[in-house]
């Protein structure tokens, strides 16, 4: 069954498609790619691609090639004739967008790679999602409309995406290129941004990325001025990545010690353990979920590696063992993701600490209940491989 969709998701699917604003005939809002309510970051740009509805020749995707539901293919002329089955069925494809075979790996393959290379995580495994300042998409394309019908239709749309940015996962936002940049300012997202470059040397000498970082309240944003699936050099992409790196482990300690959850490495009771080639050692123990967030942030801001333990012959095996004050036990393991950790540290920071989560044992995949969970809404937590180490009857609270 699929779950009802947010009464301001489903106002905004049901809007009117506005008259004389180039809106794609035919078309509905794509109020997002992937779930931000299971996404830590996000990547932003201005509008969808009319080519996520039609071929390049001009023909609906229809059937095995489609990707998004679209009028067309619900069969109804007007959004406000949506039923809540179709609005729910409407949001789930798009948050399913890149689980399909048909996502849009001309536009999409860049920002990919920089989310993987910077470990700030993955469309794929739901750990990063993608959204929009204005949800609809146009036809012409946004570079080809007149500056009035862009200003309605910012003006129109950005109310919801700062609703959903306040209203699910996302801690992070990556603005691909400068417009985007520019629109987020004027749309009143961010006030103003630090602004620094970056240098690296391309075949005809040194070029420059600008890159712009802010924090606003309960987000941080962090943008660039050349779109990935531009000009970029392969230099340019390779340096602008590590930046991004660099800024997500800074964002990393900031939070966590600006918000006081926990005291900076080498205070508090007794040391971290220390990683070892970047990785946490097998067999670390910790007692209670306050000294887990103690060693995740260190590990964090220590470590470049991509996954907490060395995946090495043994895959998804223990690394960690938490040691809760209730007697249960459950086991991290080593394969779990860096866009994981730093999503349960940011939960654990808005929390006022790891040990004010809502630790819960409920089922995995395969209806087995051991998988462990801080969320409150038992969302998914792409990434994150905590398993009780004896199954319980039934699903409860930890802790």
């Known amino acids: 069954m699929v779950a009802s ?13 506005p008259a004389g604003l180039s809106v794609l005939p ?10 931000p309510n ?21 023909a609906w ?13 619900l069969g109804v002329d007007d959004p406000r004739h949506l039923d809540d089955a179709q609005v729910a069925q409407i949001v789930a494809e798009s948050n399913a967008y890149f689980r399909g075979p048909n996502w849009y790996r001309g536009w999409f393959r860049w920002l990919e790679a920089l989310l993987q290379e910077s470990q700030a995580g993955s469309y794929l495994d739901g750990s990063a999602c993608h959204l929009d300042l204005v949800q609809w998409a146009t036809k012409p394309a946004q570079g080809e409309l007149s500056a009035s ?4 239709l910012v003006e129109q749309d950005r109310e919801f995406l700062h ?9 992070v936002v990556l603005l691909n290129g400068a417009s985007v940049v520019r629109w987020v300012q004027q749309a009143g997202l961010v006030g103003a941004f630090d602004e620094n470059a970056l240098t690296y040397r391309a075949r005809t000498g040194d ?14 944003f962090l943008g660039w001025n050349w779109p990935l ?6 230099a340019g992409r390779r340096r602008l990545t590590r930046w991004v790196g660099w800024a997500l482990r800074e964002w990393v300690s900031a939070t966590l010690v600006t918000k006081g959850t926990r005291a900076p490495v080498g205070e508090g009771p007794g040391p971290p353990s220390e990683v070892v080639n970047g990785y946490a050692p097998v067999g670390t123990t910790v007692d209670g979920a306050a000294e887990l967030e103690r060693l995740l942030a260190h590990w964090a801001e220590a470590s470049n590696q991509a996954t907490v333990g060395d995946l090495g012959a043994y895959g998804g095996s223990p690394v960690i063992l938490v040691r809760l004050g209730s007697g249960d036990e459950f086991v991290l393991n080593r394969d779990t993701k860096r866009a994981a950790v730093v999503a349960f540290l940011g939960a654990a920071a808005t929390a006022g600490g790891a040990d004010r989560l809502p630790w819960h044992v409920t089922a995995n995949s395969r209806g087995t209940v051991n998988r462990v969970s801080y969320r409150p809404d038992d969302g998914p937590t792409p990434g994150w491989y905590a398993y009780l180490r004896t199954p319980s009857p039934e699903p409860r609270g930890l802790g």
Do not use: M
Request: charged letters at 15%.
């Open 5 to 17: 969709a947010p009464q301001v998701v489903a106002e905004r699917i049901r809007r009117p498609v």
């Open 26 to 35: 035919g078309s509905l809002p794509v109020v997002s790619f992937g779930d």
């Open 38 to 58: 299971a996404a830590t970051v996000a990547t932003l740009s201005l509008n969808p691609s009319w080519l996520e509805f039609l071929s390049a020749s001009g």
């Open 61 to 73: 995707l229809l059937g095995s090639e489609r990707r998004l539901a679209s009028l067309v293919s």
């Open 149 to 152: 019908v862009w200003e309605r």
């Open 163 to 171: 609703w959903q940015l306040g209203n699910s996962n996302v801690a």
């Open 207 to 220: 070029r420059t990325i600008r890159v712009y970082r802010a924090v606003p309240v309960g987000v941080t």
């Open 229 to 234: 699936a531009g000009p970029l050099a392969a």
